[in-house]
Protein backbone atom coordinates (compact mmCIF):
# COMPACT_ATOMS: atom_id res chain seq x y z
CA UNK A 1 0.00 0.00 0.00
CA UNK A 2 2.86 2.62 0.44
CA UNK A 3 3.36 4.82 -2.43
CA UNK A 4 6.96 4.06 -4.10
CA UNK A 5 9.66 5.12 -1.98
CA UNK A 6 8.02 5.54 0.95
CA UNK A 7 9.45 2.86 3.60
CA UNK A 8 7.33 1.12 6.16
CA UNK A 9 9.39 -0.29 8.85
CA UNK A 10 9.77 -2.33 12.35
CA UNK A 11 12.25 -2.83 15.38
CA UNK A 12 13.37 -6.28 14.81
CA UNK A 13 13.13 -7.70 19.01
CA UNK A 14 15.91 -8.14 20.48
CA UNK A 15 17.92 -7.14 23.71
CA UNK A 16 17.35 -4.44 25.86
CA UNK A 17 14.09 -6.06 27.87
CA UNK A 18 13.98 -8.69 26.08
CA UNK A 19 16.13 -10.32 28.24
CA UNK A 20 14.57 -10.47 31.15
CA UNK A 21 11.51 -11.82 29.68
CA UNK A 22 10.43 -15.95 30.38
CA UNK A 23 11.03 -16.25 26.09
CA UNK A 24 13.89 -16.37 23.90
CA UNK A 25 15.43 -13.59 21.81
CA UNK A 26 12.36 -13.01 19.43
CA UNK A 27 13.70 -12.00 16.87
CA UNK A 28 16.28 -15.27 16.37
CA UNK A 29 13.79 -17.69 17.47
CA UNK A 30 10.47 -16.45 16.36
CA UNK A 31 9.41 -17.47 13.26
CA UNK A 32 6.11 -16.56 13.31
CA UNK A 33 7.47 -12.92 13.97
CA UNK A 34 9.67 -13.22 11.68
CA UNK A 35 7.53 -13.79 9.05
CA UNK A 36 5.47 -11.23 9.90
CA UNK A 37 8.72 -8.71 9.90
CA UNK A 38 9.30 -10.01 6.48
CA UNK A 39 5.50 -9.85 4.86
CA UNK A 40 5.00 -6.37 6.24
CA UNK A 41 7.82 -3.96 6.41
CA UNK A 42 9.98 -2.45 3.93
CA UNK A 43 12.43 -1.28 6.52
CA UNK A 44 13.99 -2.88 9.73
CA UNK A 45 15.72 -1.28 12.82
CA UNK A 46 17.53 -3.35 15.28
CA UNK A 47 15.85 -2.57 18.59
CA UNK A 48 18.98 -3.18 20.73
CA UNK A 49 21.41 -5.29 18.66
CA UNK A 50 23.02 -2.27 17.67
CA UNK A 51 23.75 -0.36 21.11
CA UNK A 52 26.86 0.10 22.82
CA UNK A 53 25.81 -2.01 25.49
CA UNK A 54 24.92 -5.02 23.30
CA UNK A 55 27.21 -4.45 20.31
CA UNK A 56 30.50 -3.32 22.07
CA UNK A 57 30.27 -5.20 25.13
CA UNK A 58 34.17 -4.97 25.79
CA UNK A 59 36.71 -2.24 25.30
CA UNK A 60 38.12 -4.52 22.67
CA UNK A 61 35.40 -6.76 21.62
CA UNK A 62 32.57 -6.32 19.71
CA UNK A 63 29.16 -9.30 19.23
CA UNK A 64 28.06 -8.37 15.76
CA UNK A 65 26.22 -11.61 14.96
CA UNK A 66 22.87 -10.51 16.27
CA UNK A 67 22.77 -7.22 14.11
CA UNK A 68 25.01 -9.03 11.32
CA UNK A 69 21.67 -11.62 11.25
CA UNK A 70 18.80 -9.03 11.00
CA UNK A 71 20.87 -7.05 8.08
CA UNK A 72 21.02 -10.18 6.09
CA UNK A 73 17.34 -11.18 6.96
CA UNK A 74 16.85 -7.44 5.62
CA UNK A 75 19.32 -8.26 2.40
CA UNK A 76 17.57 -11.49 1.71
CA UNK A 77 13.60 -9.48 1.75
CA UNK A 78 14.65 -6.61 0.33
CA UNK A 79 14.36 -4.33 3.42
CA UNK A 80 15.69 -1.32 4.11
CA UNK A 81 18.25 -0.80 7.43
CA UNK A 82 18.32 1.91 10.42
CA UNK A 83 20.99 1.89 12.50
CA UNK A 84 20.55 2.70 15.86
CA UNK A 85 22.69 4.30 17.36
CA UNK A 86 25.87 5.44 17.95
CA UNK A 87 25.88 8.37 20.66
CA UNK A 88 23.33 8.29 23.29
CA UNK A 89 23.53 8.35 27.63
CA UNK A 90 21.70 5.55 27.89
CA UNK A 91 22.31 1.64 27.00
CA UNK A 92 26.45 2.04 27.16
CA UNK A 93 28.41 -0.64 28.68
CA UNK A 94 29.98 -0.63 32.21
CA UNK A 95 33.51 -1.18 30.90
CA UNK A 96 32.45 2.65 29.72
CA UNK A 97 30.51 4.26 31.97
CA UNK A 98 32.88 3.07 34.48
CA UNK A 99 36.49 3.54 33.24
CA UNK A 100 37.05 6.57 34.25
CA UNK A 101 38.88 7.52 31.20
CA UNK A 102 40.15 10.81 30.45
CA UNK A 103 38.25 12.98 27.51
CA UNK A 104 41.51 12.08 25.07
CA UNK A 105 40.74 8.68 25.49
CA UNK A 106 36.89 8.88 25.29
CA UNK A 107 37.07 10.83 22.07
CA UNK A 108 39.47 7.60 20.98
CA UNK A 109 37.33 5.27 22.28
CA UNK A 110 34.37 6.76 20.46
CA UNK A 111 35.49 7.37 16.74
CA UNK A 112 37.02 3.68 16.91
CA UNK A 113 33.84 2.43 17.80
CA UNK A 114 32.29 4.63 15.07
CA UNK A 115 34.45 3.60 12.50
CA UNK A 116 34.22 -0.25 13.09
CA UNK A 117 30.58 -0.65 13.65
CA UNK A 118 29.04 2.03 10.78
CA UNK A 119 32.33 0.27 8.40
CA UNK A 120 31.32 -2.82 8.95
CA UNK A 121 27.52 -2.06 7.42
CA UNK A 122 28.65 0.33 5.02
CA UNK A 123 26.33 0.41 1.86
CA UNK A 124 24.03 -1.56 4.12
CA UNK A 125 22.69 0.65 6.70
CA UNK A 126 20.77 3.62 4.67
CA UNK A 127 20.53 5.64 7.71
CA UNK A 128 22.50 6.00 11.45
CA UNK A 129 20.61 7.36 14.15
CA UNK A 130 24.09 8.94 14.78
CA UNK A 131 22.95 10.95 18.15
CA UNK A 132 19.90 10.11 20.31
CA UNK A 133 17.97 11.82 22.39
CA UNK A 134 20.87 14.96 23.55
CA UNK A 135 18.58 17.05 24.78
CA UNK A 136 15.95 17.40 27.50
CA UNK A 137 11.92 18.88 27.00
CA UNK A 138 13.83 22.61 27.55
CA UNK A 139 16.14 21.84 24.33
CA UNK A 140 19.18 21.87 27.05
CA UNK A 141 21.64 19.47 25.94
CA UNK A 142 21.61 16.23 28.93
CA UNK A 143 25.13 16.88 29.86
CA UNK A 144 25.02 15.16 33.14
CA UNK A 145 22.93 11.80 31.88
CA UNK A 146 25.59 11.84 28.76
CA UNK A 147 28.88 10.57 29.59
CA UNK A 148 30.41 11.94 26.15
CA UNK A 149 28.95 15.25 25.99
CA UNK A 150 29.35 15.75 29.82
CA UNK A 151 33.24 14.62 29.06
CA UNK A 152 33.83 15.84 25.83
CA UNK A 153 31.23 18.77 25.73
CA UNK A 154 28.84 19.15 22.61
CA UNK A 155 31.15 19.87 20.31
CA UNK A 156 31.69 15.97 19.75
CA UNK A 157 28.27 16.11 18.25
CA UNK A 158 29.55 17.12 14.87
CA UNK A 159 32.89 14.84 15.00
CA UNK A 160 30.95 11.82 15.56
CA UNK A 161 28.72 12.64 12.23
CA UNK A 162 31.78 13.45 10.69
CA UNK A 163 33.34 10.05 11.25
CA UNK A 164 29.99 8.23 10.58
CA UNK A 165 30.43 9.82 7.39
CA UNK A 166 34.07 9.33 6.48
CA UNK A 167 32.66 5.00 7.67
CA UNK A 168 29.95 5.01 5.36
CA UNK A 169 30.00 8.53 2.98
CA UNK A 170 26.40 7.12 1.24
CA UNK A 171 25.04 6.64 4.82
CA UNK A 172 22.23 9.19 5.28
CA UNK A 173 23.16 10.50 9.30
CA UNK A 174 20.43 11.39 11.22
CA UNK A 175 19.48 12.82 14.99
CA UNK A 176 16.86 11.54 17.11
CA UNK A 177 14.43 12.05 19.67
CA UNK A 178 11.02 11.36 21.53
CA UNK A 179 8.82 14.25 22.60
CA UNK A 180 10.04 16.06 19.18
CA UNK A 181 7.06 15.24 17.33
CA UNK A 182 5.45 18.95 17.69
CA UNK A 183 7.04 21.94 17.50
CA UNK A 184 8.04 22.75 21.01
CA UNK A 185 11.45 24.10 23.16
CA UNK A 186 13.12 20.54 22.24
CA UNK A 187 12.10 20.36 18.06
CA UNK A 188 13.09 23.61 18.02
CA UNK A 189 16.81 22.80 19.35
CA UNK A 190 17.49 20.11 16.92
CA UNK A 191 16.20 22.32 14.28
CA UNK A 192 18.45 25.20 15.10
CA UNK A 193 21.63 22.33 16.10
CA UNK A 194 21.11 21.17 12.31
CA UNK A 195 21.24 24.09 10.80
CA UNK A 196 24.00 25.16 12.62
CA UNK A 197 26.15 22.05 12.15
CA UNK A 198 25.41 22.38 8.68
CA UNK A 199 26.52 26.03 8.45
CA UNK A 200 29.47 24.68 9.35
CA UNK A 201 29.86 21.91 6.95
CA UNK A 202 29.10 18.60 9.07
CA UNK A 203 27.51 16.01 7.21
CA UNK A 204 24.13 16.05 8.95
CA UNK A 205 21.02 14.74 7.07
CA UNK A 206 18.02 14.75 8.81
CA UNK A 207 16.29 14.17 11.90
CA UNK A 208 13.69 11.42 13.17
CA UNK A 209 10.93 11.97 15.39
CA UNK A 210 10.90 8.91 17.51
CA UNK A 211 6.82 8.67 18.00
CA UNK A 212 6.24 6.92 21.70
CA UNK A 213 3.14 8.34 22.03
CA UNK A 214 -0.10 7.78 24.55
CA UNK A 215 -3.72 8.13 24.70
CA UNK A 216 -3.09 9.56 28.42
CA UNK A 217 -2.01 12.99 25.98
CA UNK A 218 -3.43 14.37 23.16
CA UNK A 219 -2.11 14.02 19.63
CA UNK A 220 0.82 16.48 18.23
CA UNK A 221 -1.41 18.21 16.47
CA UNK A 222 1.47 20.26 14.97
CA UNK A 223 3.22 17.17 13.96
CA UNK A 224 3.15 18.12 9.94
CA UNK A 225 4.00 21.48 10.80
CA UNK A 226 6.94 20.50 12.53
CA UNK A 227 8.47 17.95 10.16
CA UNK A 228 7.39 20.65 7.44
CA UNK A 229 9.89 23.12 9.15
CA UNK A 230 12.88 20.58 8.71
CA UNK A 231 11.60 20.09 5.26
CA UNK A 232 11.83 23.88 4.28
CA UNK A 233 15.10 23.97 6.15
CA UNK A 234 16.29 21.54 3.91
CA UNK A 235 16.61 18.33 6.03
CA UNK A 236 15.03 14.84 5.84
CA UNK A 237 12.62 13.46 8.12
CA UNK A 238 11.60 10.46 9.72
CA UNK A 239 9.37 8.65 11.93
CA UNK A 240 11.70 6.10 13.69
CA UNK A 241 9.92 4.45 16.59
CA UNK A 242 5.98 4.61 16.74
CA UNK A 243 3.76 3.46 19.09
CA UNK A 244 0.49 4.57 20.81
CA UNK A 245 0.28 3.42 24.65
CA UNK A 246 -3.14 2.76 26.08
CA UNK A 247 -4.03 3.36 29.83
CA UNK A 248 -5.16 -0.40 30.87
CA UNK A 249 -4.78 0.05 34.95
CA UNK A 250 -5.30 -3.66 34.89
CA UNK A 251 -7.80 -4.58 32.00
CA UNK A 252 -7.60 -4.88 28.43
CA UNK A 253 -8.78 -1.99 25.94
CA UNK A 254 -11.57 -0.91 24.69
CA UNK A 255 -13.32 -0.94 21.56
CA UNK A 256 -12.99 3.04 21.61
CA UNK A 257 -9.61 2.79 22.77
CA UNK A 258 -8.68 0.98 20.15
CA UNK A 259 -10.32 3.47 17.48
CA UNK A 260 -8.96 6.27 19.05
CA UNK A 261 -5.53 4.61 18.84
CA UNK A 262 -6.21 3.84 15.33
CA UNK A 263 -6.90 7.62 14.54
CA UNK A 264 -3.07 8.52 16.45
CA UNK A 265 -1.54 6.40 14.05
CA UNK A 266 -3.46 7.07 11.07
CA UNK A 267 -2.73 10.82 12.10
CA UNK A 268 1.06 10.08 12.76
CA UNK A 269 1.80 8.03 9.08
CA UNK A 270 -0.14 11.53 7.74
CA UNK A 271 1.51 13.75 8.98
CA UNK A 272 5.11 12.08 7.34
CA UNK A 273 3.10 11.34 4.07
CA UNK A 274 2.34 15.52 3.69
CA UNK A 275 6.01 16.28 3.42
CA UNK A 276 8.11 15.14 0.92
CA UNK A 277 11.44 14.39 2.95
CA UNK A 278 9.71 12.26 5.27
CA UNK A 279 10.42 8.52 3.90
CA UNK A 280 9.41 6.76 6.72
CA UNK A 281 7.81 5.37 9.14
CA UNK A 282 8.78 2.81 11.50
CA UNK A 283 6.62 1.03 14.66
CA UNK A 284 8.80 0.45 17.80
CA UNK A 285 7.78 -3.40 18.01
CA UNK A 286 4.85 -5.62 16.12
CA UNK A 287 2.64 -6.65 19.03
CA UNK A 288 1.88 -5.83 22.74
CA UNK A 289 4.00 -9.72 24.05
CA UNK A 290 7.19 -8.21 22.86
CA UNK A 291 6.88 -4.57 23.73
CA UNK A 292 9.23 -2.57 25.82
CA UNK A 293 5.52 -0.56 26.97
CA UNK A 294 4.44 -3.16 29.40
CA UNK A 295 7.98 -3.08 31.21
CA UNK A 296 8.21 0.02 31.41
CA UNK A 297 4.87 1.86 31.80
CA UNK A 298 3.21 -0.84 34.15
CA UNK A 299 -0.10 0.80 33.59
CA UNK A 300 -0.45 0.75 29.97
CA UNK A 301 -0.04 -1.25 27.21
CA UNK A 302 -1.10 -2.44 23.49
CA UNK A 303 0.70 0.08 22.20
CA UNK A 304 1.18 -1.68 18.63
CA UNK A 305 -0.65 -2.37 15.67
CA UNK A 306 -0.91 -6.39 15.89
CA UNK A 307 -2.46 -8.53 18.29
CA UNK A 308 -0.22 -11.19 20.67
CA UNK A 309 -1.30 -13.78 17.47
CA UNK A 310 -0.88 -10.98 15.01
CA UNK A 311 -3.87 -10.52 14.24
CA UNK A 312 -4.29 -7.17 12.78
CA UNK A 313 -5.55 -4.48 14.81
CA UNK A 314 -7.80 -1.07 13.99
CA UNK A 315 -4.49 0.72 14.23
CA UNK A 316 -2.88 -2.01 11.45
CA UNK A 317 -5.98 -1.11 8.87
CA UNK A 318 -5.43 2.40 9.59
CA UNK A 319 -1.94 2.53 8.53
CA UNK A 320 -3.27 0.57 5.38
CA UNK A 321 -5.94 2.91 4.31
CA UNK A 322 -3.81 5.92 5.06
CA UNK A 323 -0.89 4.96 3.07
CA UNK A 324 -3.41 3.51 0.24
CA UNK A 325 -4.74 7.27 -0.41
CA UNK A 326 -1.59 9.02 -0.04
CA UNK A 327 -0.63 10.65 -3.10
CA UNK A 328 2.92 11.55 -3.68
O1 LIG B 1 21.23 -2.40 31.86
C1 LIG B 1 20.32 -2.90 32.87
C2 LIG B 1 21.03 -3.91 33.73
O2 LIG B 1 22.08 -3.27 34.40
C3 LIG B 1 20.01 -4.48 34.70
O3 LIG B 1 20.62 -5.48 35.46
C4 LIG B 1 18.82 -5.07 33.96
C5 LIG B 1 17.79 -5.65 34.91
O4 LIG B 1 16.62 -4.89 34.99
O5 LIG B 1 18.26 -4.07 33.16
C6 LIG B 1 19.12 -3.54 32.18
O6 LIG B 1 18.47 -2.53 31.47
C7 LIG B 1 17.61 -2.93 30.42
C8 LIG B 1 18.05 -2.22 29.15
O7 LIG B 1 17.14 -2.42 28.11
C9 LIG B 1 19.44 -2.65 28.71
O8 LIG B 1 19.50 -3.97 28.29
C10 LIG B 1 16.20 -2.48 30.77
O9 LIG B 1 15.72 -3.18 31.89
C11 LIG B 1 15.31 -2.66 29.59
O10 LIG B 1 14.03 -2.25 29.92
C12 LIG B 1 15.88 -1.88 28.41
O11 LIG B 1 15.00 -1.84 27.31
C13 LIG B 1 15.26 -1.13 26.11
C14 LIG B 1 15.20 0.41 26.27
O12 LIG B 1 15.28 1.01 24.98
C15 LIG B 1 16.29 1.01 27.11
O13 LIG B 1 16.21 2.40 27.09
C16 LIG B 1 14.16 -1.58 25.18
O14 LIG B 1 14.33 -2.96 24.89
C17 LIG B 1 14.14 -0.79 23.87
O15 LIG B 1 12.96 -1.07 23.17
C18 LIG B 1 14.15 0.71 24.18
O16 LIG B 1 14.18 1.44 22.97
C19 LIG B 1 14.27 2.88 23.07
C20 LIG B 1 15.04 3.39 21.88
O17 LIG B 1 16.28 2.75 21.78
C21 LIG B 1 15.23 4.90 21.96
N1 LIG B 1 13.97 5.57 22.12
C22 LIG B 1 13.11 5.10 23.20
C23 LIG B 1 12.89 3.58 23.08
C24 LIG B 1 11.95 3.08 24.14
O18 LIG B 1 12.48 3.23 25.42
Not at 92 to 100: F, M, Q, R, S, T
Not at 218 to 231: E, I, T
Amino acid sequence: MAPRGFAIGAAAAGGGHHLEQDYPDPFTFDHTYRGVLAEHFSSLTPENQLKWEFVHPERHKYNFGPADAIVRFAQRHGQKVRGHTLLWHSQNPAWLNEGNFSAEELRKILKEHIFTVVGRYRGKIHQWDVANEIFDGDGNYRTSENIWLRTLGPGIIADAFRWAHQADPKAKLFLNDFGAEGVNARSTAYLNLVKELRAVGVPVHGFGVQGHLSLAFSFPSDMAANLKRFDDAGFETAVTEVDVRIPLNGGTATEEQLRTQADYYRQAVEACLSVRGCTSFTVWGTTNRYSWVPVFFPNEGEATIFTDDFRPKPAYTALQTALAKARR
